[in-house]
């Protein structure tokens, strides 16, 4: 009977560490990397205590990692508003608000979606509600982004 329930709480620890959500430390070598693999980056920016955050979270980004639809289209990364330390996309040391004021994020959460240098590649995401029409959206925004990573030529500008 321990074997068998030893083997439940394995399984059960393997499934939850499959949905666990990355934090952001680097972004120029884990966007240089989901470029290499032809995936986009996409940035979650969250602040502690957001209770939209939580929502989005519990409703769109564990079951999207659960259910790891979308592993060969890009790879998520966790960025709290408040991160004191992190590489930006030029390798360069720097934190969330800077980050946030480079790219015009007034709020949390939001969700970027980049190539491998730090372009971003469709509209973002900013806000959550419910998850009834954001599937719809942001299945929309991989769409887009796919197709301008996968463009003739990048031209590495907006």
């Known amino acids: 009977m321990r074997y068998i329930t030893g083997c439940w709480l394995l399984l059960l620890l393997a499934a939850a560490h499959g949905s666990v959500l990355q934090s952001a430390n ?13 995936k986009i980056y996409l940035l979650y920016i969250s602040r502690p205590d957001c209770p939209y955050c939580a ?27 408040e991160q004191a330390q992190l590489i930006d996309f030029d390798g360069r040391p720097s934190s969330g608000q800077k980050l946030m004021a480079q790219y015009q994020v007034d709020g949390a959460p939001t969700l970027l979606f980049f190539d491998s240098q730090g372009n971003e590649l469709s509209e ?22 796919s197709l301008k990573l996968s463009g003739p030529a990048q031209s590495g500008s907006e």
């Open 26 to 38: 680097n972004l120029a070598t884990e966007s240089r990397q989901a470029g290499l693999d032809q």
């Open 55 to 81: 929502r989005l979270e519990k409703d769109v980004l564990q079951p999207l990692l659960a259910g790891r639809e979308f592993d060969h289209q890009l790879v998520l990364r966790e960025l709290s508003m």
């Open 124 to 145: 973002r995401l900013n806000g959550y509600f419910s998850a009834d029409y954001f599937w719809y959206y942001f299945i929309e925004r991989i769409g887009q982004a």
